[in-house]
């Protein structure tokens, strides 16, 4: 039940980085896998909605999902502001998007997280952003954050030339935001892959037998998921939305 993506070098297994190599399919999968459960959710939340009487308190499913929706919804407001509540559907999806990337390898499949080229898509979602935010809210001087500029006598600024430590400054959110992502949960993948083959190994050695069941894998494999699938798997995904969010007001100024 091992969650890493792995290609066959010289009769090798080792860990792709990138999960290229004939391992594309798994994470293309992951993807479409991602989207449908979204969607699955997204559906069944809005038929079990229309159902709910008038003046009536929600229960079991639609309960549940409307706590996520309020707890994203005061979240985007809590540090945002209201001039942001239009935007809070995109936070909906791109927390529920990355949480369940990080946890379908609970299920045997492989995190599109843990693909590098993923992890940097979301990354540039959150890089445009800035730009996006920055310009609406301060039009054509939000360029000067990237020059030097000097004040005349009329207490107005000038920018004088380009400044490379905020140009090559600006580029830190995409990194960072996208590797601490992937490198978590790639990491994650990796372990429990290793614990799961040395188990393997270890089994058919002590048993001789070809084709049993890797017991010891599947039990040492439970408190792996639990931690490397769950709870990094939720506390990535917060981590990744709440500097989204960060990112984004330091630039509304």
């Known amino acids: 039940m091992a969650n890493s993506s792995f290609v066959v070098l010289n009769d090798s297994k080792f860990p792709s980085l990138t999960n290229f190599d004939g391992n594309i399919?798994?994470?293309?999968?992951?993807?479409?896998?991602?989207f449908a459960i979204i969607l699955t959710l997204y559906l069944t939340y809005y038929v079990k909605l229309k159902k709910v009487k008038d003046y009536s308190v929600p229960k079991g499913f639609v309960f549940v999902f409307q706590l996520y929706i309020d707890f994203i919804e005061n979240?985007?407001?809590?540090?945002?502001?209201?001039?942001?509540?239009?935007?809070?559907?995109?936070?909906?999806?791109?927390?529920?998007?990355?949480?369940?990337?990080?946890?379908?390898?609970?299920f045997g499949f492989t995190n599109p997280t843990s693909s590098l080229s993923v992890t940097l898509m979301l990354g540039l979602v959150t890089f445009i952003g800035i730009f996006f935010v920055g310009f609406k809210f301060q039009r054509l001087s939000y360029l000067k954050k990237y020059?030097?500029?000097?004040?005349?006598?009329?207490?107005?600024?000038?920018?004088?030339?380009?400044?490379?430590?905020?140009?090559?400054?600006?580029?830190?959110?995409l990194i960072s935001l996208s590797f601490r992502l992937w490198g978590n949960i790639f990491a994650g993948s990796l372990i429990t892959s290793m614990i799961y083959l040395g188990t393997e190994e270890a089994f058919d050695g002590l048993f001789k037998i070809k084709g049993l069941i890797n017991?010891?894998?599947?039990?040492?494999?439970?408190?792996?998921?639990?931690?490397?699938?769950?709870?990094?798997?939720?506390?990535?995904?917060?981590?990744?939305?709440?500097?989204?969010?960060?990112?984004?007001?330091?630039e509304a100024k």
């Open 25 to 34: 399919f798994n994470v293309l999968f992951g993807i479409f896998l991602t």
């Open 75 to 106: 979240l985007t407001l809590e540090i945002l502001g209201k001039k942001f509540k239009k935007i809070t559907p995109f936070f909906i999806y791109l927390f529920l998007y990355i949480l369940v990337s990080n946890t379908i390898s609970i």
């Open 215 to 250: 017991v010891f894998g599947l039990i040492a494999l439970i408190p792996m998921h639990l931690y490397f699938d769950i709870l990094s798997g939720v506390i990535q995904t917060l981590v990744f939305v709440l500097l989204t969010m960060i990112y984004w007001k330091m």
């Open 147 to 173: 020059t030097i500029n000097i004040k005349t006598k009329k207490n107005k600024t000038i920018p004088i030339m380009v400044n490379p430590l905020n140009v090559v400054g600006q580029v830190t959110p």
